[in-house]
């Protein structure tokens, strides 16, 4: 869910990354206690219209969520023979609507202005020895590398499919393993090379 930002000048847009982070923080803890189906179909109208206002696109908007569709039918699937089918129903709508805001921040704002206002949020923790320079690289380089191994499967996906071993469990994970500690491998290099080697 990283990588994804839309351009736009929607209001969602323009809206400043600090106060994004914190209505999505105060959006996903409301939907903690959203139990009842009411107040999750009032809160699923909320963030229709929230991505409606910000104009991202229905295909940008499926492409945050559809990692999450077989989580939701296990889920689903899992609760209902826990629960009922309200609380089933009511729960999984909370996760899907708690992904679909994080995935709305995400799609319309640039992962710097994100890394900017969280560095801004930590300053006050200077005293107790936290460098928030530091936080915000250390953010941005975990944000980074999320689609760069998807990246890095997905090509070995289509090696793997192409030499007819698509069932092959080690045929994936062996280079999908040796690609990441590639990647992070240059990633301490460039690291080091710029002094932030400790």
């Given at each position: 869910m990283t990588g994804a930002y839309v351009p736009g000048r929607s209001v969602v847009h323009r809206t400043p990354a600090g106060l994004k982070l914190a209505v999505l923080a105060a959006a996903c803890t409301a939907l903690v206690f959203a139990r009842s189906l009411v107040a999750v179909g009032v809160a699923t109208a909320v963030v229709v219209a929230l991505y409606a206002?910000?104009?991202?696109?229905?295909?940008?908007?499926?492409?945050?969520?559809?990692?999450?569709?077989?989580?939701?039918?296990?889920?689903?699937?899992?609760?209902?023979?826990?629960?009922?089918?309200?609380?089933?129903?009511?729960?999984?709508?909370?996760?899907?609507?708690?992904?679909a805001l994080a995935a709305l921040v995400t799609l319309t704002t640039r992962t710097t202005d994100l890394m900017a206002a969280l560095e801004r949020a930590l300053r006050p923790l200077r005293r107790a020895g936290v460098d928030p320079g530091r936080v915000s690289l250390l953010m941005s380089l975990a944000l980074r590398s999320v689609p760069v191994?998807?990246?890095?499967?997905?090509?070995?996906?289509?090696?793997?499919?192409?030499?007819?071993?698509?069932?092959?469990?080690?045929a994936f994970a062996v280079p999908l393993v040796v690609g990441v500690l590639r990647h992070a491998d240059a990633m301490g290099e460039a690291l080091q090379a710029r002094g932030l080697d400790d």
């Open positions: 206002l910000a104009r991202v696109g229905v295909r940008a908007a499926w492409g945050q969520l559809r990692p999450l569709r077989w989580l939701v039918v296990v889920l689903l699937v899992v609760q209902v023979l826990i629960a009922d089918l309200p609380t089933a129903v009511a729960l999984t709508a909370r996760l899907v609507l708690a992904v191994v998807a990246g890095i499967a997905g090509r070995i996906r289509e090696a793997r499919c192409a030499r007819g071993r698509e069932r092959s469990v080690r």
